[in-house]
T-cell receptor, first 119, second 112 residues
Framework: GAVVSQHPSRVICKSGTSVKIECRSLDFQATTMFWYRQFPKQSLMLMATSNEGSKATYEQGVEKDKFLINHASLTLSTLTVTSAHPEDSSFYIC???????????????FGQGTRLTVV | GNSVTQMEGPVTLSEEAFLTINCTYTATGYPSLFWYVQYPGEGLQLLLKATKADDKGSNKGFEATYRKETTSFHLEKGSVQVSDSAVYFCALRGGGADGLTFGKGTHLIIQP
């Protein structure tokens, strides 16, 4: 299957600082990338959908000014957690789908996830 | 909206036991259904999928059948191995949403 690389795998930051997480599709071009957040013992919750060259579409309840998403190329999307607070500590996972519109059958490939701890 | 409910874990079995992880869903229209697996320290990997009613997805000895009448997609394997120890996520895509809707995940532990 296709490879999606997410970096860093773990990050600890101080409260009030910003953290950037990168998601790269290594061997395919991704028109659409998704960002998920996972709380302990909870399911993955979709935060936003980003299409290359367009503004991201955020799910209800997700602050777009706090979670900045950039999808400037077909192989890279970034999530920046701005002015991080301890409640932002979580596991963030990206996934990418290949060229073309996402359909019911489209397979999504996942990164390894990033464990963010805000102290 | 869409939702996925799967059995809580952890599920602990002995090697060669029969496995069932239940998954039921709520969605409008005709969603596609997926099982993803996450091995320790790795990202989610697609295990199998089914895109229409009565379809059976299968891979690595695992099977799941898309049951529209019971809105279920239970994961089964006849004889589990220690290497199957992982977290399994049931998911769907549909109802007009591009992103996946996941269940909470079931941690499977296989003991030798």
């Amino acid at each position: 299957g296709a490879v999606v690389s997410q970096h860093p795998s773990r990050v600890i930051c101080k409260s009030g600082t910003s953290v950037k997480i990168e998601c790269r599709s290594l061997d395919f071009q991704a028109t659409t990338m998704f960002w998920y957040r996972q709380f302990p013992k909870q399911s993955l919750m979709l935060m936003a959908t980003s299409n290359e060259g367009s503004k991201a579409t955020y799910e209800q309840g997700v602050e777009k000014d706090k979670f900045l998403i950039n999808h400037a190329s077909l192989t890279l999307s970034t999530l920046t957690v701005t002015s991080a607070h301890p409640e932002d500590s979580s596991f963030y996972i990206c996934s990418a789908s290949g060229l073309g519109a996402v359909s019911r059958n489209t397979e999504a490939f996942f990164g390894q996830g990033t464990r963010l701890t805000v102290v | 909206g869409n939702s996925v409910t799967q059995m809580e874990g952890p599920v602990t079995l002995s090697e060669e036991a029969f496995l069932t992880i239940n998954c039921t869903y709520t969605a409008t229209g005709y969603p596609s259904l997926f099982w993803y697996v996450q091995y320790p320290g790795e990202g989610l990997q697609l295990l199998l999928k089914a895109t229409k009613a009565d379809d059976k997805g299968s891979n690595k000895g695992f099977e799941a059948t898309y049951r529209k009448e019971t809105t279920s997609f239970h994961l089964e394997k006849g004889s589990v191995q220690v290497s199957d120890s992982a977290v399994y996520f049931c998911a769907l895509r549909g109802g007009g949403a591009d992103g996946l809707t996941f269940g909470k995940g079931t941690h499977l532990i296989i003991q030798p």
